[in-house]
T-cell receptor
Framework: QKEVEQNSGPLSVPEGAIASLNCTYSDRVSQSFFWYRQYSGKSPELIMSIYSNGDKEDGRFTAQLNKASQYVSLLIRDSQPSDSATYLC??????????FGKGTRLHILP | DGGITQSPKYLFRKEGQNVTLSCEQNLNHDAMYWYRQDPGQGLRLIYYSQIVNDFQKGDIAEGYSVSREKKESFPLTVTSAQKNPTAFYLCASSISGGRTSLYEQYFGPGTRLTVT
């Protein structure tokens, strides 16, 4: 069973600090990885995608991929209260299917 | 504006009734998906379609049916055979084909279905 694992949290981070969210995946042939943000009662919003080893930066967000360790992470710099949400990690396993983790709840403390 | 629309936002039905959830996209995406999300749970794939007039079962297809007669539309019917239909239903779409594609999925706003 191909899986994407995340710590459910909640992860509490002071405002202005760096929030670090982690994810592991079981399928070695996974090619693309995604981070979604989901506010309570709303649908997921794509914030980052990555398919090459290393770091990818977009504004305050950095996605990190390590295929050898089957590990994906998301760093949020200068955390804001508006970053408080559930963050879903996902991987594309084959064809057009994507497998989602159950998400990590992030709480930014004012 | 390009995007994915789902209607209605909230839907209430009596047990034993079939109900159809609408999903429309104008992103010119080939692939469309239906997911179910329960409180505290991740997204579970119900059905997906990579091309018009073709679709595949996901992990929890029992009690659901779909059609894909048009590229833009992928309606989901929740039948009376679905034992626990109350959930948040999410439709998504993506481009399809090509190994170099990131296959990013974009979601509609969702339909919250309550069956009593």
């Amino acid at each position: 069973q191909k899986e994407v694992e995340q710590n459910s949290g909640p992860l509490s981070v002071p405002e202005g600090a760096i929030a670090s969210l982690n994810c592991t995946y079981s399928d070695r042939v996974s090619q693309s990885f995604f981070w979604y943000r989901q506010y309570s009662g709303k649908s997921p919003e794509l914030i980052m995608s990555i398919y090459s080893n290393g770091d990818k930066e977009d504004g305050r967000f950095t996605a990190q991929l390590n295929k050898a360790s089957q590990y994906v992470s998301l760093l949020i710099r200068d955390s804001q209260p508006s970053d408080s949400a559930t963050y879903l990690c996902a991987s594309r396993v084959r064809d057009d299917k994507i497998i989602f983790g159950k998400g990590t709840r992030l709480h930014i403390l004012p | 504006d390009g995007g994915i629309t789902q209607s209605p936002k909230y839907l209430f039905r009596k047990e034993g009734q079939n109900v159809t959830l609408s999903c429309e996209q104008n992103l010119n995406h080939d692939a469309m998906y239906w997911y179910r999300q329960d409180p505290g749970q991740g997204l579970r794939l119900i059905y997906y379609s990579q091309i018009v007039n073709d679709f595949q079962k996901g992990d929890i297809a029992e009690g659901y049916s779909v059609s894909r007669e048009k590229k833009e539309s992928f309606p989901l019917t929740v039948t009376s055979a679905q034992k626990n239909p109350t959930a948040f239903y999410l439709c998504a779409s993506s481009i399809s084909g090509g190994r170099t594609s990131l296959y990013e999925q974009y979601f509609g706003p969702g339909t919250r279905l309550t069956v009593t």
